[in-house]
């Protein structure tokens, strides 16, 4: 599924509220715990971040070139 930051500050929103109800984009849900709401809020940043990594928005790993010169370079 993809995450958007808008999911991801609406569940913020109800945890620091102190509720565990999250109504976005016309779906509502009720988590049981805030464990679970904790959950879904890594659940949702790590998507966010799988989607940026693989559009490119996320660097990825840096490149690395080994340069080795003996006498006369």
Do not use: C
Not at 26 to 38: D, H, M, Q
């Amino acid at each position: 599924m993809a995450f958007t930051s808008d999911h991801l500050e609406a569940l913020e929103s109800a945890l620091a509220k102190g509720e565990r109800r999250v109504t976005f984009g016309g779906n509502t849900v009720e988590y049981r715990s805030v464990e679970e709401l904790l959950s879904a809020i890594r659940e949702v940043k790590r998507g966010i971040a799988e989607q940026a990594a693989s559009t490119g928005l996320w660097p990825g790993a840096p490149r690395q070139i080994r340069l080795t010169t003996r006498k006369g370079f």
